[in-house]
């Protein structure tokens, strides 16, 4: 699209935006995404029945489908987070400073779990930092520069705390349910049984 005079959008092109160049790895990204979701969601309705009547044949074999598609997708899922990644490092990297709180460029620029970005002091504080990791994930490189958001203009920058702190709750609860994945499976296999206890089902 582009802006006339009076700031109004005009030249709109759908397909343009639907098919650029992030399209591919955003696809795949919320296709596995939407998969997590719905597995884990119908994994739960089946759990929750199955406290009710643990006779319930429906259910434990419905739990056990919806377990399967959800976690073969939760454990997928990050190798298509790291193509995004990669993606965005390139071809985005404001969004990836905002994302991981990222002011100064550096390289061998560390991964941020939790921390709470300031952008008044430009840091972002109690953050658990992983040497070199954002360079290699953004770049395949431990020594790569990273952009920080010092290097643009502010009012290009995205709210960053909000941006950071959706992308943590993002990962966080993607690595629970791929970690609940591999649990499940592996008590499925060592049993040749989907366990369904209570301490399980809840």
């Known amino acids: 699209f582009t802006l006339d005079a009076a700031g109004k959008v005009v030249d709109v092109d759908p397909f343009a935006a639907m098919l650029n160049a992030a399209t591919l790895t955003e696809t795949l990204h919320m296709t596995l995404a939407a998969f997590v979701a719905v597995g884990f969601a119908v994994a739960g309705i089946h759990a929750w029945r199955l406290r009710k009547d643990a006779t319930s044949a429906l259910d434990r074999r419905a739990l056990g489908i919806a377990l399967w598609v959800g976690g073969v997708a939760a454990v997928l899922q990050p190798i298509s987070g790291d193509l995004s990644a990669k993606h965005v490092a390139e071809h985005q990297p404001i969004k990836l400073a905002a994302m991981e709180g990222q002011f100064e460029t550096e390289r061998c620029a560390p991964l941020r779990i939790g921390g709470f970005p300031d952008e008044e002091t430009r840091t972002t504080p109690f953050a658990i930092e992983v040497p070199c990791l954002l360079s290699f994930l953004g770049h395949g490189d431990f020594d790569a520069e990273v952009?920080?958001?010092?290097?643009?203009?502010?009012?290009?920058?995205?709210?960053?705390?909000?941006?950071?702190?959706?992308?943590?709750?993002?990962?966080?609860?993607?690595?629970?349910?791929?970690?609940?994945?591999?649990?499940?499976?592996?008590?499925?296999?060592?049993?040749?049984?989907?366990?369904?206890?209570?301490?399980?089902?809840?």
Do not use: C, S, Y
């Open 147 to 202: 952009k920080g958001l010092n290097e643009f203009p502010k009012d290009l920058w995205p709210p960053v705390a909000v941006t950071h702190f959706a992308f943590q709750i993002m990962v966080g609860i993607g690595t629970l349910l791929a970690l609940t994945a591999l649990v499940l499976g592996f008590l499925a296999w060592r049993k040749r049984a989907l366990p369904t206890g209570k301490r399980v089902l809840t």
